[in-house]
């Protein structure tokens, strides 16, 4: 690890690089995650790295429907387990969700490393392990298609950060409710899903925590209403307004 001074202005954004970059030397991740993560540091810098008011709403929406759901599950891929483990499992504990392993380039030496990573978060069940079973997901192939018939395969609702988008599509198909974490509005996987939450997955989980906190105590019905009224390519329009905004301010200033 490179000393990273307090007071540098991208502190945060470099903490997490490193934090990347030591999982991959620890082998968990994949190359090609930390080229995802830097796609989407890019898009997190152009949205201020804040969490904006479209990405709140989204995850009342999204936590609402995981409170609604009968079997809920979390899925969790390499880049979401290194950087937020401990929140997904207490997030899980909460709901109460289940929480399966997705790796996109599965092996099983990274999916044991995943399974040792959220065991040392506090997960008691972990579905996806290696040498669990699987159903494949109608329209993938290979081990992208891989849900477990406990979990994603019988989910009606499912949260799916950072998914593929080939994958995102084929879930909504088989008619599951899907909730994206994806800092990029454009990305097929925000574009397909059901309700998409365009922010960094660090700071997104913690808040679903704070806003379950609130929202376990709605009634059921003002719940169904919130994720019946949410129209999520509205949403989705306002994130992007937010990008040109950015833009927009940079060429004016
Ligand atoms: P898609 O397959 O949905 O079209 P893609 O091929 O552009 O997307 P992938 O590599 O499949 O991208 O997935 C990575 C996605 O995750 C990117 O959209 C990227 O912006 C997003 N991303 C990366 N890091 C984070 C993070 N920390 N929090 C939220 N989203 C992130
Ligand atoms: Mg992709």
């Known amino acids: 690890m490179h000393e990273i001074s307090l007071n540098h202005p991208r502190y945060n954004s470099l903490i997490l690089r490193e934090k990347m970059a030591k999982a991959y030397q620890e082998g968990i991740l994949a190359d090609t995650a930390l080229i995802a993560h830097g796609r989407g540091e890019a ?10 008011l479209p990405a709140i709403k989204a995850i009342k929406v999204g936590v609402s429907a995981m409170l ?3 079997n809920p599950v979390i899925s ?5 387990g290194v950087l937020a483990a401990e929140k997904i499992v207490e997030l899980s504990r909460l709901i109460p ?3 399966e392993i997705n790796l996109f380039y599965r092996t099983p030496q990274r999916v044991r490393k995943m399974e040792e990573l959220l065991e040392n978060a506090g997960a008691e069940k972990i579905l996806g392990r290696q040498e669990d079973d699987y159903v494949p997901i109608a329209g993938l192939e290979g081990p992208r298609s891989r849900a477990h018939p406990e979990g994603v395969s019988r989910a009606d609702v499912v949260l799916v950060p950072l998914e593929d988008g080939d994958r995102a599509e084929a879930l909504v198909k088989s008619g599951k409710k899907v909730i994206t974490i994806d800092l990029n509005p454009l990305s097929r996987t925000a574009q397909t899903a059901s309700i998409t939450i365009v922010d960094n997955v660090v700071r997104t989980i913690p808040l679903m925590i704070q806003e379950l906190e609130k929202l376990k105590e709605y009634p059921r019905d ?3 209403d919130m994720v ?3 129209d999520n390519k509205k949403n989705i329009s306002k994130s992007l307004e937010m990008i040109s905004n950015h833009f927009n301010k940079e060429v004016s200033s």
């Open 68 to 70: 609604l759901a009968e």
């Open 228 to 230: 019946n009224e949410f």
């Open 97 to 99: 969700a289940t929480i």
């Open 76 to 80: 969790v891929n390499g880049n979401s």
């Open 43 to 52: 898009f997190d810098y152009i949205l201020g790295e804040k969490t904006n």
């Open 222 to 224: 003002q719940l169904i």
